[in-house]
């Protein structure tokens, strides 16, 4: 399994550019990264997912070099409503079957 | 138009007790899963069942029994609950059906909080 690291918690004021850095060092040919975002007492809600270099969709960007050991979650202009835990995630398998593993999360807090 | 849905929302029930939590997804997805999220918020897999078959079986406890009577439904019955079942319990469908579309997205219902007295 590709495991993930990204860090605890991040802050950021309102209005600004916050981006989530998710290093995956032993990512396999054929995985995707995959972000996802969770309130408080909801499930998670899936994000962006990308293969290499740049997606962008409605919500955030995503970068991811070359060598795809890393990837940034990219939140242009943050509100108060993004305060959530963000999850970053390299799909795996079993049995020819998918299994995703959850990290740890980063817990971005908005401040006004 | 809820995509997964589950219930009961919040289940309280005492030890050794059996409960069953339920869930659906009108999303026309092939595969369902259920997840675990304890007090320090990590969220784990446990089972995962891909058109009504048990695919994965993350080590959990043969009291936790899954049951799919088909791909829109997965259950999960619990015997002999014990302290350490209190957490979220997350369903979740994806349109993964085999290797080549194993990175397809997960879609969550809103958990279920299951405390055990």
């Known amino acids: 399994l590709a495991k993930t690291t990204q860090p605890i918690s991040m802050d950021s004021y309102e209005g600004q550019e916050v981006n989530i850095t998710c290093s995956h060092n032993?990512?396999?040919?054929?995985?995707?990264i995959t972000w996802y975002q969770q309130f408080p007492s909801q499930g998670p809600r899936f994000i962006i997912q990308?293969?290499?270099t740049k997606v962008t969709n409605e919500v955030a960007s995503l970068f991811i070099p070359a060598d795809r050991k890393s990837s940034t979650l990219s939140l242009p202009r943050v509100s108060l409503s993004d305060t959530a835990v963000y999850y970053c995630?390299?799909?795996?398998?079993?049995?020819?079957?998918?299994?995703?593993?959850f990290g740890t999360g980063t817990k971005l807090q908005v401040i006004p | 138009d809820t995509a997964v849905s589950q219930t009961p929302k919040y289940l309280v029930t005492q030890m050794g007790n059996d409960k069953s939590i339920k869930c659906e997804q009108n999303?026309?997805?092939?595969?369902m899963y259920w997840y675990k999220q304890d007090s320090k918020k990590f969220l784990k897999i446990m089972f995962s069942y891909n058109n009504k078959e048990l695919i994965i079986n993350e080590t959990v406890p043969n009291r936790f029994s899954p049951k799919s009577p088909d791909k829109a439904h997965l259950n999960l019955h619990i015997n002999s609950l014990e302290l350490g079942d209190s957490a979220v319990y997350f369903c979740?469908?994806?349109?993964?059906?085999?290797?080549?579309?194993?990175?397809?997205?997960?879609?969550f219902g809103n958990g279920t909080r299951l405390t055990v007295t």
């Open positions: 979740a469908s994806s349109q993964a059906r085999d290797s080549d579309s194993y990175n397809s997205p997960l879609h």
């Open positions: 032993n990512i396999a040919t054929n995985d995707y």
């Open positions: 990308g293969y290499k």
């Open positions: 995630l390299v799909g795996s398998r079993s049995g020819g079957y998918q299994k995703v593993t």
């Open positions: 999303l026309g997805h092939d595969t």
